[in-house]
């Protein structure tokens, strides 16, 4: 019994990223309630979540206003043209819902298309400029580029995010969950598919590659 309670138990490091999570997820809302910094906190959610899923995280908060600081700029340039233009789908689906007929019935089809295209490339986005240094353009382009590339996995990616917004709507421990950890929770996820991604696509170096790199170097420090 013992052993359960112990800092390297399975059950331990499973409540541990449970705990961490939480506070990640609350760190983020907070962090997101001047709209304007919702896209550096996005960022931000995205590389503490790929530490976690690593098990190279910190302390959670420090972590994250660090990531946060460095994200600031580039990652507020991708944020207000994805808001203006959720912004506008966001008005076209009430618009288009109040009509009826078949110029209605196809442009709600239309927006349905154009939503999930805007999803796709918030998916990808976010998490690219935590680890590439490029302008706003190619950013978009370059997750329009993976998002059709990796077809399967973008479509899973957003399940999931359907998977957890219905809980929240059916269930009230779904609700909860959607509460504590509902942001942190997706972007983690995120990151278990995104990871393998990267790693393909040399955007990111493997973690044993990285391993191999540190082991290599403390040799050297202790020889040298």
Known sequence: MESVFRT?????????????????????????????TIGAANVALHEIAL???????????PS??????????????LWIPLFVVGIGIYMDVMFWQQMN???????????????????????YSYPLTVHMETGLKLTIQNSALLAFKYLPKTIYMAVWLGILW???????????IQILMGGSMVAFLH?????????KEKIIEPMENN??????????????
């Open 64 to 77: 994250f206003y660090k990531a946060f600081r460095k994200n600031w700029k580039k990652a507020t340039k």
């Open 8 to 36: 390297d138990s399975k059950l331990y490091q499973i409540v541990e990223k449970i705990v961490n999570l939480v506070k990640l997820n609350m760190t983020w809302i907070l962090f997101c309630i001047p709209i304007v």
């Open 166 to 176: 219905m809980l929240g709507k059916v269930w009230a421990i779904g609700l909860l």
């Open 191 to 199: 990151a278990a598919v995104l990871k393998k991604i990267f790693e």
């Open 211 to 224: 391993k191999e790199q540190e082991h290599s170097k403390i040799e050297k420090e202790m020889n040298g």
């Open 101 to 123: 007929g078949i110029v209605a019935d196809t442009m709600k089809g239309l927006v349905l298309v154009i939503g999930m295209l805007y999803l796709f490339l918030s998916i």
């Open 51 to 61: 530490q976690i899923l690593n098990g190279e995280e910190g302390y959670i908060v």
